[in-house]
């Protein structure tokens, strides 16, 4: 009788889902306004060159917002550049680099579009997935326009809609 219950619960449940929102990837929203200057290129071993992310030009003081929900497990300094690592609930690790400066420290729960810091004139965006480095390119949605109809008789034209986040292909 239990597995009666248990397999029509299950049955109910894969029927209820939309096929692939499992394993869905995630789409963020771009961590700042900016100009994407260097994509990631995967460097040929630990130690080589490359690049391990993704670089941005943005404008004075740019606000970096958080792309996901997560918990900060690093904030610190290499080579006099400041960096915020937030760990998310799947294991995968973002990092936010050469920030001006950040509210957050260790231990901090940030959560989606939250301010992680401030950068100038440069930011760099990683991604760790069990400690390798891979492109979080594919996982970054882009803002794209509305279309809308703006009136030819001289009549004021209505505020346009908010941009909405387009993801993949």
Do not use: H, K
């Amino acid at each position: 009788m239990f597995r009666r219950v248990l397999l029509a619960a299950t049955m109910s449940l894969v029927l209820v889902l939309p096929a692939g929102a499992v394993s869905a990837s995630p789409c963020w929203r771009p961590p700042v306004i900016g100009v994407l200057i260097d994509r990631f290129r995967e460097p040929p071993c630990p130690y080589c060159a490359g690049n391990r992310g993704l670089e941005y030009r943005v404008g004075g003081r740019a606000a970096v917002s958080a792309v996901a929900a997560g918990e900060v497990t690093w904030v610190g300094q290499v080579a006099g550049v400041r960096y915020v690592v937030v760990g998310l609930a799947n294991g995968w690790q973002l990092t936010y680099g050469r920030l001006a400066s950040t509210p957050l420290r260790r231990g901090d729960r940030v959560v989606s579009g939250s301010i992680v810091g401030r950068a100038e004139r440069g930011f760099y965006f990683g991604l760790r997935v069990d400690g390798r480095y891979r492109d979080p390119e594919p996982y970054l949605g882009r803002l794209v326009g509305r279309p809308r109809l703006i009136p030819v008789d001289g009549a004021a034209a209505r505020p346009a809609p908010p941009p909405r986040l387009r993801c993949g292909a």
